[in-house]
């Protein structure tokens, strides 16, 4: 997720962006002086993987699973990503397009690109390009969701700037596979769970979580994070399990809902007169309005975290760590937040530790003491802090966007495609060639 900030002051975050890898067991962090990986094996220790100092402006960065591909792309050079080895500190290949890159996406079998009217699909085992989506409604934050899962690889992006429609498509088959008319108002977020098999998303609005079967669009859950206001959602994030959702936002609390459908329990006669009323009041929601008799039906969450801070823009991600289920919660103010999630009873959840994602540790203590995180951080998109970025003159050496598909680059890579062995996680990919 971009975590740009819009203050130049002295003190202000060196954060760039932040993301976890498809199974949670690495975070990726960008910042003004280049990246980091950090394994996430440990609640006690923040143990730092790998860190590059070579690109500077690291606006998007993310690894392929635990293997040593990453996808890179720097402020200095806003329509060209590069991916590399990390690990041997060498250039695969590299890919220019037409306007800024807005996100960047990772599985097994495809690498996505996204701009803010288009979708680039590349093969992962060659990076070439198999198919362009073009003309997409205007995506100035690049939301987009790619399934992790090798046989439901779907796509999802939004259908529409106006309202929350879904396009979902078939990277595998390279077809449109639905649509899905999941909100009212335009999408603010969208997750996919590990198996592909199910979606959630969210809308500007942010008080109505849904998710719906995959590639059929049926809503199968419904959740309300809320009534009193419309917040921004930040992020959506499934457990490994499909059976957890948590839903970040600008407020200070992250909601935990649980996927379960709740059995129907035989009918009774009412024998009391309270019973009585309440089950008239039940058959009476079938005259109330459409949204009314909807409030009836949606669920509540299961579990809260309540953050120290509120305004600061971040990513949450249930991962279970040393045995127990835990919710992430990486935020633009430098912080990785780690809290324990009791999964029979739920409620609110603990906080153990707070990392600072330079790789020191403050204790939950000083967590609870400190008034560092009180003010708000003002966040904006990525593409607003390209624009008042600095201007960088084009090279006459640099890729010409020229390719039928609209991705310049590439054309280096000679190297067998089985010789990527990207189903381990231990393979580090081989470099092939660079590009420049």
Known sequence: ???????????????????????????????????????????????????????????????????????????????????CHFKKGTEICNYSYSNTILAVKLNRQRLIVCLEESLYIHNIRDMKVLHTIRE???????????????????????????IGEVQVFDTINLRAANMIPAHDSPLAALAFDASGTKLATASEKGTVIRVFSIPEGQKLFEFRRGVK???????????????FLSASSNTETVHIFKLETVKEKPQEEPTTWT?????????????????????FNQGRAFATVRLPFCGHKNICALATIQKIPRLLVGASDGYLYMYNLDPQEGGECTLMKQHQLDGSMETTNEILDSTSHDCPLVTQAYSV???????VPSSPTALVYTDELGAAGGSGLEEEA??????????????ILRTD
């Open 229 to 243: 206001r419309c917040v921004s959602i930040c992020s959506l994030a499934f457990s490994m399990d499909g059976m």
């Open 385 to 391: 802090a390209v624009a008042k970025g600095p201007h």
């Open 275 to 295: 019973g009585y009323f309440g089950k008239v009041l039940m058959a009476s929601t079938s005259y109330l309005p459409s949204q009314v008799t909807e409030m």
């Open 1 to 83: 997720m971009n975590l740009a900030s819009q203050s130049g002051e002295a003190g202000a975050s060196q954060l760039l962006f932040a993301n976890f890898n498809q199974d949670v067991t690495s975070l990726a962090v960008g910042s003004k002086s280049g990246y980091k990986f950090f394994s996430l094996s440990s609640v006690d220790k923040l143990e730092q993987i790998y860190e590059c100092t070579d690109t500077e402006d690291v606006c998007i960065v993310e690894r392929l699973f635990s293997s040593s591909l990453v996808a890179i792309v720097s402020l200095k050079a806003p329509r060209k990503l590069k991916v």
């Open 418 to 431: 089985s010789a990527l062995r990207l189903e381990d996680d231990s393979e580090h990919p081989p470099m």
């Open 136 to 162: 997409t409604p205007p995506n100035p934050t690049g939301l987009c969701a790619l399934s992790i899962n090798n046989d439901n690889c779907y796509l999802a992006y939004p259908g529409s700037a106006t």
